[in-house]
């Protein structure tokens, strides 16, 4: 008896057509593993990249951004770590959200929306008016 024949009879189900022996749902190449590792690793730099151009920029979208306190420039710093701080914690949220995307439109879908999302929110931080040209009205345009 094949090892094909003695799985059907403990499962009483028939092996998927086109399969061959041995090959399962979760049986990888090297080579597509490796392909996958460094997509996960390229967009992973990516999104690290957005999170450390935005914490050694603080500074400067402090200054531009937001109004100065009465002899304070402390006020605006934190007001942009303030930004930062939501947009680390809503990290989790986004994954439970893009989780269901990826769920229900695919992987491939999931990591477009994401990718759009980050270079949107990119360009967003880049187009913000300062608050020189819109006042009070330059961190909430968006």
């Not at 028939?14 to 597509?32: I, L, N, Q, T, V």
């Not at 999170?51 to 007001?79: C, Q, R």
């Not at 980050?118 to 330059?138: I, Q």
Request: aromatic share 12%; with cysteine.
């Amino acid at each position: 008896m094949t090892q094909s024949q003695e799985r059907t009879r403990e499962t009483g189900q028939e092996p998927k057509p086109g399969k061959r022996e041995g090959e399962g749902e979760g049986d990888r190449s090297p080579r597509r593993s490796g392909r996958q590792l460094l997509a996960a690793s390229v967009g992973n730099g990516v999104e690290w990249y957005d999170w450390f151009a935005y914490s050694f920029l603080a500074v400067y979208i402090a200054d531009e951004i937001f109004p100065k306190g009465a002899d304070n420039s402390l006020v605006p710093l934190l007001s942009t770590f303030a930004v930062f701080a939501v947009g680390f914690f809503m990290r989790p949220v986004g994954g439970l959200l893009l989780g269901a995307v990826a769920d229900r439109a695919g992987r491939r879908s999931a990591l477009t929306l994401t990718i759009l999302l980050m270079g949107g929110s990119s360009l967003l931080v880049a187009v913000t008016p300062s608050y020189a040209a819109a006042g009070a009205f330059g961190p909430w345009c968006w």
